[in-house]
């Protein structure tokens, strides 16, 4: 297990690493210039020259990456151009926000997901198979932040049950700040949830028929036991895999969702940087995003060997 683990994180190590470089090179070649954006487009050259040489713009690229990937280990981002505020002070207060609405989004992806596929393959070539997985199919393909403008409409123009968007704060009022999540988790969800249910349906269908399952059913287990006590666990390699992918993808979606709810997460925030040419936030939220999504996939690399040892046996 101590070798598994030790290539899996030289693995995590090289693929931050390279997703830095990438990262910092992409907004390297950005057109515009961050000085003159904030300084207005009739300031004094002397004054522009002067506000990149504080902001350390005039420094070869080299010495910028380096400056960067050495605060990063120290926790050290910078401070906002825009805002002239500690970049993690403001991600930390964004991921107040984001973190809860993806989470929530994968909660109810998941429970949604797993009822949806288990009972689907149970009834295997029935009408409700066929039913599910059209619904599935239609979840697939509608754009979630159509869906959330769907929602919006219906929930809170129509029925008034929820607000059309903004966010109280946990502090002042944490069950309207939950509340205020549920429209844009479920817009979230909805599409993950579609494509995960048939993920599920097809893994369990090829677990079905395996030796074993014949013999737990002959030994008088009932078919939901079988289904979710032995079928399902055996079956959730690659419904774990696709679940991995999809919280990053959740993270990665709620930048256009909070723009369509005006809700102040991180989403919004990388947003407003990119139309203040905020270069520095930008890099640190991507990167953010780009190390969660690496961190999720080595996370479920482990539950590989957790949930079946042949995969950690196959790497010695």
Avoid at 72 to 77: P, Q, R, S
Avoid at 81 to 99: D, F, G, K, M, N
Avoid at 272 to 283: A, E, L
């Amino acid at each position: 297990m101590s070798f598994f683990l030790f290539k899996r994180l030289l693995t995590l190590v090289m693929t931050l690493l390279g997703a830095s470089v990438v990262v910092f090179l992409v907004l390297e070649i950005l057109p515009g210039n961050a000085a003159q954006i904030l300084m207005g487009p009739d300031a004094a050259p002397e004054a522009v020259l002067a506000l990149a040489e504080k902001l350390g713009l005039n420094q070869p690229p080299l010495a910028r990456y380096w400056t960067w990937v050495s605060g990063l280990v120290v926790g050290d981002m910078g401070i906002s151009y825009a805002y002239s505020t500690p970049v993690s002070e403001l991600i930390a207060e964004r991921l107040t926000l984001t973190i809860p609405l993806a989470l929530l989004a994968m909660f109810l992806t998941t429970c949604i997901a797993l009822a949806v596929g288990v009972y689907a393959a149970s009834q295997h070539n029935k009408p409700g198979d066929a039913g599910l997985m059209g619904v599935a199919q239609i979840g697939i393909a509608i754009p979630n932040f159509w869906f959330a403008i769907l929602l919006i409409l219906v929930f809170s123009v129509w029925l008034q049950w929820f607000s059309a968007g903004g966010f109280p704060g946990w502090s002042d009022e944490p069950l309207e700040a939950f509340k205020s999540l549920l429209l844009p988790a479920v817009s979230l969800a909805v599409v993950q949830a579609a494509i995960l249910s048939r993920i599920t349906r097809s893994a369990i269908l090829d677990v079905l028929r395996e030796d074993f399952v014949r013999t737990a059913r002959a030994k008088g287990l009932s078919q939901r036991a079988t289904l979710w006590q032995h079928v399902l666990r055996n079956a959730m390699i690659p419904v774990v895999t696709v679940m991995g992918l999809q919280f990053s993808e959740l993270l990665a979606g709620t930048i256009v969702v909070e723009n369509v709810f005006y809700l102040p997460g991180l989403g919004r925030l990388i947003f407003q940087s990119i139309s203040n040419r905020d270069v520095i936030v930008v890099r640190n939220c991507v990167m953010l995003l780009a190390t969660m999504v690496i961190l999720v996939n080595f996370v479920v690399d482990v539950l590989y060997a957790v949930i079946d040892p042949r995969v950690k046996a196959s790497d010695v």
